[in-house]
């Protein structure tokens, strides 16, 4: 078991180029970046076949689950076979950890790992009662910088000019924790904001200029407005790169012009998951965000990790092209390297050239919000991200906005609660909710009830937005 550990570390090793610091201008490792799509697959093949043993051999989880069909690491020979493992899902992961209490059986770290080469517990943000947390190693946080450092130097975030304030609070999220460390690794200095509350952060932001602002598009929504409000203006503050994730931001095209505009920025976002890909696995580049009249696209990191798109009810991979559910294979943890892992967010999987010259693949449009968060109205396929998109081009429409859902004599109900800004005239809010109400009905193909709400009476979202209540199996 030893040996195949070894194995590993030596192939993740190996294809770490650029460990230091970046080759220069403008990739950070550029036999990675602008690698052909065949290297790319021999990459993916070469660690693939050593990630299968390592998991068969050391995360008990994945020892059940293949042994239970049968199937042999060694089966396991390129990606084309990679179809042959099948899918593992959240909720698999929920019922390990309630069999085999406080840390379940899905990664690599036992006790003797966690004590001799442990580093940080992280926690996904489930809902779910027991949470499923993961051990990662001193390994993974290196591996981490890394990664991170790659995505921000295609953003343009630069040592000697940038510097970066990152708006959590230090807890036990993966995000953030990574960007630390990578903004550690490429000289870039932070302006430490966890524990400082919101006020606080909009006076740093005024005062000590970082060029950078990394936190969750609804709170740099959020903190813009509260800078208002405080008579600071954003759009005129030091920031020059927001960097988001945790939520769909860049792909909703209202939402990202709202965000630029308030900001006077550029919008970026990095994409991933506790469970197996806590690093930028995906992440959008300088040369795409510049286009702002052009939908978004998000580049994939293919040597690190193993990206598909699943169709959401049989979990069969769909073809490039196609929209269907994310599904990731790590290629790039000492901890986590989970296999399929079934991340459930839409998106569509594109091969066409970026103008910045990174090859690989790329999510067009960016991720659209987890399958979770989809509703059924009416035989309707709805996001929360989609009406978010509606509302938002409603200039006079505040940034808080509700979704509720209910029954009414066996019918779906689908009303949007919105707040007209303050200095829109109470004589234009019924020609404002009729706007509101066009802006839905041409993106959702769905006719929402809109309800206008006196301004400042939803609750401000700080961190991950709620919009979402769906009442309908309630009494
Ligand atoms: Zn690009």
Known sequence: MGDVRAEWIDVLERHRPNRERAEGEPYWAPSLETATPERLREIQDEKLRVAVRYAYGSIPFYRRK????????????????????????KQEMVEDVAANPPWGTYTAVDDEVWKGRGWQLFASSGTTAQARVFRYTRLDRSLWAWADARALWAMSVRPGQDSALLAFGYGPHVWLWGTHYALNLMGIPIVTAGGVDSRGRARFVDQYKPTVLACTPSYAMYLGNLMLDMGLDPATSSVRI????????????????RLEELWRADLHECYGCTEAAPTAAAYTCSAVVARKDEPVSTHLMEDTHIWETVD??????VPTGQRGLSVVTSLFSEASPQLRFLVGDFTTLAD???PCG??????????LGRADDMLNVRGVTLFPSGVEDAVRRVAEIGEEFQIVVTRERELDVLTVQVEPRPEVAAERHADVALRVETEIISRCELRPVVELLPYGTLPKTEFK???L??????P
């Open 358 to 367: 990174r090859t690989g693949r790329r999510a067009r449009g960016g991720f």
């Open 242 to 257: 927001l960097y988001c994730a945790g939520e769909p931001g860049v792909g909703v095209p209202s939402t990202r012009r």
């Open 352 to 354: 066409e050239p970026c």
């Open 465 to 467: 937005a709620r919009r």
């Open 312 to 317: 959401p009810e049989t979990l069969e991979p």
């Open 469 to 474: 209540k769906d009442l309908r199996n309630t």
């Open 66 to 89: 293949l042994d239970r069909i049968g199937l042999a690491p060694d089966d396991i020979r390129s990606v084309d076979d990679l179809g042959r493992i099948p899918i593992t899902t």
